[in-house]
């Protein structure tokens, strides 16, 4: 990298950083440069920089969501389109402790030795789960793209505001019917399970329920797939029940899932 890709490099942070400060959606833990650098490392710049000359994206504009592992930016295509870039954190310290999630996928062979190449799988694992998905016909964010920590997807909601969660929305028996009949599509139409489902990663969208985070998701092969199986719809029945909806134990809708 030359003087003047350097000074773009630069140039670009400096206004991420701008954007961060701005961004109301941002939930800060600590300060801005220190916040800032541990997203966009040497490495994480240079990727977006390709993304850019490869016209996958074409800017990014602001942090919507922040959380330990990774950030989700509202991102711009080439047509002018909203798009959500999620980026992973290199620095983040939990990505060792989701072994379990990729050992047993017969789908990346051996496991990488490193915690950055952890990461790049993963990030590779999210792409390749949400297009299963998308191919069963269930509703899941559109990967578009994804190169290291970062993934490049269909924005839901209306820019600037991301659609609200479950846990933010009022839900009811549509939503329940809908939740409980994907998980069982899921399984059996995609081979997956999402194996860390709960209310926070659902969207209530227009048109319908959106499932999204679909890092954690394994093969219905995987040897541990039926416990997650079962953690997803005890989440989920845990849920509606406190929003006083629903009927049928866990253990009835384990039996309906796998019939």
């Known amino acids: 990298m030359g003087v003047a890709d ?6 670009m942070r400096e206004r991420l950083l701008r ?11 600590s300060d801005d440069k220190k916040v800032l650098e541990e997203v966009f490392d040497r490495s994480t710049m240079l990727a977006v920089e ?8 074409r800017e990014l504009r602001g942090v919507m969501s922040a959380g330990k592992e990774a950030r989700v930016y509202l991102g711009e295509d080439r047509a002018g389109r909203a798009v959500a870039v999620k980026i992973y954190l290199t620095s983040a310290s939990d990505f060792r402790k989701r072994m379990g999630y ?8 051996k496991l990488p030795a490193g915690s950055r190449e952890t990461i790049y799988l993963w990030t590779r694992k999210e792409f390749k789960n949400l297009q299963l998905a998308q191919r069963a016909g269930i509703r899941v964010p559109a990967p578009f793209a994804f190169l290291k920590n970062i993934l490049v997807m269909e924005y839901i909601g209306n820019p600037p505001e991301p659609a609200p969660t479950f846990s933010e929305a009022e839900v009811g028996e549509e939503e329940y019917t809908w939740t409980l009949r994907t998980i069982r599509a899921l399984w059996n139409d995609a081979g997956l399970v999402h194996a860390d489902l709960s209310e926070f990663n659902v969207f209530r969208a227009e048109g319908g329920p959106v ?16 416990e997650f199986l079962k953690r997803d719809v005890y989440n989920m029945v845990r849920f509606f029940r406190k929003r006083g909806i629903g009927g049928k134990e866990v253990d009835e809708w384990m039996k ?3 019939s």
């Open 102 to 109: 990729i050992a047993g996928d017969r789908r990346f062979g």
């Open 256 to 258: 309906v899932i796998l």
């Open 50 to 57: 390709e993304l850019i000359a490869r016209k996958d994206i």
């Open 19 to 29: 954007l961060e400060r701005e961004n109301r959606y941002l939930r800060r833990d």
């Open 6 to 11: 350097e000074d773009e490099s630069d140039k």
């Open 211 to 226: 499932l999204f985070d679909m890092g954690s998701a394994v093969l219905s092969s995987h040897p541990q797939a039926q």
